[in-house]
């Protein structure tokens, strides 16, 4: 996100664990209690307050991340405004593995889709068991086939050839006997 020419602050950086709509979503939900709780909490008389409610790794990890604190309502407010730019103009992909991926794996993939693409990409994960090894990935206008299947496909004539060569080229080993 590329800051306001008035802000001063620097542009929000989203954890690499966030990757996807829902964990956007979800932080929205959470950031929208814990600013209703605070609220409440004004309202109360002092020393009568419940305690703070617990907050889930990913905004503790997104807070620590920009630097801010979730007790401030203007640091609350600016990354509610931030999630909100997120859910609504993030990029998308969407990408279907053979089975479900590993979190490390995600993590290394987002980290490396925001370095190289977009910094607040989010992903789509969609299984599709008849791939054997690869991905499909897919973009609101392109799609791109990284399976094996597609590669060995695409390796088909090459492969022809190279039988078609074989039968057709006389056997240069001699077909005797070997006695042990």
């Given at each position: 996100?590329?800051?306001?020419?008035?802000?001063?602050?620097?542009?929000?950086?989203?954890?690499?664990?966030?990757?996807?709509?829902?964990?956007?979503?979800?932080?929205?939900?959470?950031?929208?209690?814990?600013?209703?709780?605070?609220?409440?909490?004004?309202?109360?008389?002092?020393?009568?307050?419940?305690?703070?409610?617990?907050?889930?790794?990913?905004?503790?990890?997104?807070?620590?991340?920009?630097?801010?604190?979730?007790?401030?309502?203007?640091?609350?407010?600016?990354?509610?405004?931030?999630?909100?730019?997120?859910?609504?103009?993030?990029?998308?992909?969407?990408?279907?593995?053979?089975?479900d991926?590993?979190?490390a794996?995600?993590?290394?993939?987002?980290?490396?889709?925001?370095?190289?693409?977009?910094?607040?990409?989010?992903?789509?994960?969609g299984?599709?068991?008849?791939?054997?090894?690869?991905?499909?990935?897919?973009?609101?206008?392109?799609?791109?086939?990284?399976?094996?299947?597609?590669h060995l496909?695409?390796?088909?004539?090459?492969?022809?050839?190279?039988?078609?060569?074989?039968?057709?080229?006389?056997?240069?080993?001699?077909?005797?006997?070997?006695r042990?």
């Amino acid at each position: 996100m590329v800051p306001d020419a008035d802000d001063k602050s620097p542009a929000l950086k989203l954890p690499d664990t966030v990757f996807g709509q829902a964990e956007v979503r979800r932080l929205k939900r959470e950031l929208e209690s814990l600013d209703d709780f605070m609220r409440q909490a004004n309202l109360r008389e002092a020393g009568k307050q419940p305690p703070l409610p617990k907050t889930s790794r990913l905004l503790d990890a997104l807070a620590s991340e920009n630097g801010l604190n979730m007790l401030q309502a203007a640091d609350r407010t600016k990354l509610s405004a931030f999630l909100e730019q997120v859910d609504q103009s993030a990029p998308v992909l969407h990408f279907s593995f053979a089975a479900d991926p590993s979190v490390a794996f995600l993590t290394k993939l987002v980290a490396w889709l925001r370095e190289n693409m977009h910094p607040q990409v989010m992903i789509n994960l969609g299984l599709q068991p008849t791939l054997a090894a690869g991905c499909i990935v897919r973009t609101p206008r392109r799609s791109f086939d990284l399976s094996l299947r597609q590669h060995l496909l695409q390796q088909a004539p090459l492969l022809a050839k190279a039988v078609q060569e074989a039968e057709s080229a006389p056997s240069a080993t001699p077909s005797v006997g070997v006695r042990l």
